[in-house]
C-alpha cells in the first residue's frame, strides 16, 4: 500500500507536495519497494513504474528530476522537460505544469513555498550541500526576498544516527560557525545534526516559517537509509508542484 508524508506547514492552497516512503511500489528486495532513485543497480522499469505510481496518485505534474552531485548548483526550470536530467541539487520553478524532485536517502530534502504561492524550490542538501551554501543559492535564486518564503524539511538522517569526522566539522564550521551547536561530542564520536543545521540556515536568512518533519530515515523502518542499508539502499522522493489555482 502506498504510504506518503505530507508537510504539515502554511502554504498556499495552490502549493501540493510530498515524501515517499519505502511502501507501496513493485521494486525486488533490497530495494522493495517503492524505490524511487535510478542511481542504484535497482530494475529500471520497476523504477520507472513506482514513479508513475507516485505522480498517478498525487495526480501531480510531470517531475524534473536531477541528476544530483552534492553540489550547490540550482537549475531554472522553463517549464520545458530537459533531454537529460540537469545535473544540480535544487530547482526553482515558477510553472504550475512542473513537479521539482529530489532525491534522498538519509541527506535532507527541503522544499519551499513562495507564501503568495508565485514560485517553489526543492533542494537535496547532505553535509557537503550546507558547507556548499546549497540554501543561501537557492533562496538568493528565487524571485523576491527569503523573507517572502516557508520551508519543509523532510524525512532525513538524525543526530543519533550521523557520526561525522573531524574533517567534516571543519568544513561545516568554517562554511557557518553556527553549525558548531548542531554537532555533538560523545565517547563513541562526533554526531552532526543535519536538520539543525538547515534550520539554523534557514533562521540566519530570515525564512518566514520553517518547519522540520522530525523523522528519521535511519531509525525509521518506513524509509530507505543508507547509512542503515549500505548500496543497496533505495530512495526517497520529495516533490512540489503548483496546481493551476
Request: charged share 20%.
Amino acid at each position: 500500500m502506498l504510504e506518503l508524508i505530507y508537510p504539515q506547514w502554511p502554504a498556499p492552497t495552490r502549493v501540493r507536495a510530498a515524501s515517499t516512503t519505502r511502501h507501496g511500489g513493485v521494486s525486488k528486495p533490497p530495494y522493495d519497494s517503492l524505490n524511487m532513485g535510478t542511481q542504484v543497480d535497482d530494475d529500471p522499469k520497476d523504477v520507472e513504474r513506482n514513479r508513475m505510481i507516485v505522480t498517478q496518485s498525487l495526480n501531480c505534474p510531470d517531475p524534473l528530476w536531477l541528476k544530483q552531485t552534492h553540489s550547490n548548483t540550482v537549475y531554472h526550470d522553463n517549464g520545458q522537460t530537459p533531454s537529460e536530467p540537469p545535473v544540480a541539487d535544487a530547482a526553482i520553478t515558477t510553472h504550475p505544469n512542473r513537479a521539482l524532485a529530489v532525491l534522498t536517502g538519509d541527506c535532507v530534502p527541503i522544499l519551499f513555498a513562495h507564501h503568495t504561492g508565485e514560485a517553489i524550490a526543492a533542494i537535496h542538501a547532505g553535509w557537503r550541500g550546507l558547507a556548499n551554501n546549497i540554501i543561501e543559492h537557492t533562496l538568493n535564486e528565487l524571485p523576491g526576498n527569503p523573507s517572502d518564503y516557508i520551508a519543509w524539511i523532510g524525512p532525513c538522517i538524525s543526530e543519533q544516527a550521523y557520526e561525522i569526522g573531524p574533517e567534516c566539522q571543519r568544513a561545516l564550521c568554517e562554511a557557518e560557525p553556527a553549525f558548531a551547536n548542531a554537532i555533538v561530542e560523545k565517547e563513541s564520536g562526533l554526531y552532526a545534526n543535519l536538520p539543525k543545521m538547515a534550520m539554523t540556515k534557514l533562521t540566519l536568512m530570515r525564512v518566514q516559517h520553517s518547519v522540520c518533519c522530525n523523522l528519521c530515515t535511519f531509525q525509521d523502518p518506513r524509509f530507505f537509509s543508507y547509512r542503515r542499508m549500505g548500496k543497496h539502499s533505495g530512495r526517497m522522493a520529495s516533490l512540489i508542484w503548483l496546481s493551476e489555482s
